[in-house]
């Protein structure tokens, strides 16, 4: 259902963008986000907004340095990410769900995932 691209190796304080194409979703009626997993850890959401854009959340972690943003006509929604840090190196995902916000979809759980892409940052 999702497919995720745009991972890669980089260095501390670089940057990344990368995609999550949702070609069987009516995109614009449904809240997207970001979520990542680093070995050992929990799976957590990063970034999410709501259907029309009309609440975003960031986890703290992330605040200030990634955005995120949706082209419902592309059905695609990609995840900026800026001064990236080691601790930011995961696999990320994105998932989608009906008349939630996007707080709530960011704290959601979800049975299945796609393949994600994987970023790593290191010197």
């Known amino acids: 259902q999702f497919a995720e691209s745009g991972g890669g190796l980089v260095q501390p304080g670089g940057s990344l963008r990368l995609s999550c194409e949702a070609d069987?979703?009516?995109?614009?009626?449904?809240?997207v986000g970001w979520f990542r997993q680093s070995p050992g850890k929990e799976r957590e959401g990063v970034s999410c907004?709501?259907?029309?854009?009309?609440?975003?959340y960031y986890s703290d972690s992330v605040k200030g340095r990634f955005t995120i943003v949706r082209d419902n006509a592309k059905k695609t929604v990609y995840l900026e990410m800026s001064n990236l840090k080691p601790e930011d190196t995961a696999v990320y995902y994105c998932?989608?769900?009906?008349?939630?916000?996007?707080?709530?979809?960011?704290?959601?759980?979800?049975?299945?995932w796609g393949q994600g892409t994987q970023v790593t940052v290191s010197p």
């Open positions: 069987a979703l009516t995109l614009e009626y449904h809240a």
């Open positions: 998932a989608a769900d009906w008349a939630v916000t996007a707080q709530e979809l960011c704290a959601a759980h979800f049975d299945s």
């Open positions: 907004t709501s259907s029309q854009q009309a609440t975003t």
